[in-house]
């Protein structure tokens, strides 16, 4: 083979930065508020939501009583457990609408669960809590609509002020193969 180049393999990623903040595994990891900050869930139930610029904790608090499964940002104004309505899914059966805005990240506590999880933190608005089964630790599914056709009859498509409305999907709690 002379004369031709070889490609020698690349080596491996490196990470430009560790998180370092939970005392348990990280179940659960979101993008939020236009990729400016990083939800993270993990196995005791705590939800740390971080401003990358800074990799300095905005908002911490115990989310659920147990594994949180996932997170997902519903609007700039909430988080379902997490941009500022947010939620969260948890082995605790439950999923939680939080509101919790770019604005309200200054009254929350940032005192990491690795640091102490006996402090008591003050946590965002609890907006909805929805029972669902966890059924083989699945996560949730969100599908959002971002425009909703009006009822008239040139098939107008009307945009949404707020939250969109989202359609959240679970695992069956009767079946273990339906949704």
Request: net charge negative; charged share 20%; aromatic share 8%.
């Given at each position: 083979?002379?004369?031709?180049?070889?490609?020698?393999?690349?080596?491996?990623?490196?990470?430009?930065?560790?998180?370092?903040?939970?005392?348990?595994?990280?179940?659960?990891?979101?993008?939020?508020?236009?990729?400016?900050r990083l939800?993270?869930?993990?196995?005791?139930?705590?939800?740390?939501?971080?401003?990358?610029?800074?990799?300095?904790?905005?908002?911490?608090?115990?989310?659920?009583?147990?594994?949180?499964?996932?997170?997902?940002?519903?609007?700039?104004?909430?988080?379902?457990?997490?941009?500022?309505?947010?939620?969260?899914?948890?082995?605790?059966?439950?999923?939680?609408?939080?509101?919790?805005?770019?604005?309200?990240?200054?009254?929350?506590?940032?005192?990491?669960?690795?640091?102490?999880?006996?402090?008591?933190?003050?946590?965002?608005?609890?907006?909805?809590?929805?029972?669902?089964?966890?059924?083989?630790?699945?996560?949730?599914?969100?599908?959002?609509?971002?425009?909703?056709?009006?009822p008239s009859?040139?098939?107008?498509?009307?945009?949404?002020?707020?939250?969109?409305?989202?359609?959240?999907?679970?695992?069956?709690?009767?079946?273990?193969?339906?949704?």
């Open positions: 083979m002379v004369g031709q180049d070889v490609k020698q393999p690349l080596p491996p990623a490196q990470p430009r930065y560790v998180f370092r903040g939970h005392a348990a595994q990280i179940h659960t990891l979101t993008f939020i508020r236009s990729n400016s939800a993270t869930g993990d196995a005791d139930g705590w939800l740390v939501i971080w401003r990358l610029a800074t990799k300095r904790p905005v908002a911490v608090w115990k989310a659920h009583c147990n594994a949180i499964l996932g997170t997902e940002a519903w609007s700039d104004r909430g988080i379902m457990t997490v941009p500022p309505l947010h939620t969260s899914h948890g082995r605790d059966n439950r999923i939680y609408v939080w509101a919790l805005g770019e604005g309200d990240e200054g009254f929350m506590d940032t005192t990491l669960p690795v640091d102490d999880t006996h402090v008591h933190r003050k946590q965002p608005w609890l907006l909805h809590a929805i029972h669902v089964n966890t059924l083989n630790f699945c996560s949730f599914a969100v599908c959002r609509f971002q425009d909703v056709p009006t009859s040139d098939d107008e498509v009307k945009t949404i002020d707020g939250p969109h409305p989202l359609l959240i999907a679970v695992p069956n709690a009767i079946k273990s193969d339906s949704v």
